[in-house]
């Protein structure tokens, strides 16, 4: 995006917050919500505009930490909330669409906060690409009527970076971080201990210096990957990588040779989808 692009899309984005009083952003440290918090509270003001995170087990602690220190550095207001979907079975067990039972808990559990607030309205950081992704999360945001600016005035992942490169926002190449459940195979349960050992495991790469990776937790062994260029670095490494995420509590240990694939999960979505498409 050149300087002009940008201009247009603040333009569009200034507009639409300014013809509302308030937000209460549904926050979770990444680049999308940070963006959407960051323009609440630059055309509504700081006290028109309140982030609101989720401090659940399936948020990396990191990423909690990150978030906190984005709304101090940007004297953002910031509330706190603790969901519990961890204990609803409609959740841990993982279904298709758990990210509906997560978004319900989250978007129930913001009222409390909507309640100090009842002129401002709840947004979200979807954004323009999500909308052509599998996203089970959106049906609960229509059901509490969540509003997402991005999406509305239709800026794709690429552009939410290039504004936030443009203001300078700690997080604008930040690797997208979705929350640790996604690692978990749909209809294998979710707990705590995954959850840990997942985390304690990217954490781990992150230190060796893979920025952006993820561990999928197939219950009997971990598959660790990274992005595609990473991969020489990684297996020159294989005996340490493997040895250290075991003591983390995986029985096993498997490096993907085809590399980081966001939502890498979601394929057997598309092929259940494609198969009932055939027949």
Known sequence: MNNSQIQNKLEQLEAW???RKGSIVAFSGGIDSTLVLFLARKFQGKDNAIGVISNS???KKKDFELAQDFCRDFDITLEVIKTEELVDERYNTNPENRCFFCKEHLFHDLQTIHAKY???????????DDLADYRPGLQAAAQYQVLAPMAQCR?????IRAIARHFQLPNWDKPASPCLSSRIPYNHQITREKLKQVEAAENFL???????????HYG???????QQAELPR?????NQVVDQIKSFGFADVKLD???????KLNRVINRTEDVSRES
């Open 17 to 19: 917050f300014k013809a």
């Open 57 to 59: 087990e399936s948020l």
């Open 118 to 128: 009842p002129d401002f309205d709840v947004l979200s950081g979807t954004n323009h």
């Open 155 to 159: 800026l794709t992942k690429e552009e």
């Open 206 to 216: 992150n230190e060796l210096g893979f920025a952006d990776v993820r561990v999928r």
């Open 220 to 226: 009997s062994y971990g598959q660790v990957e990274v």
């Open 234 to 238: 990684l297996f020159a490494m294989e």
């Open 257 to 263: 040779r085809e590399g980081l694939v966001s939502g």
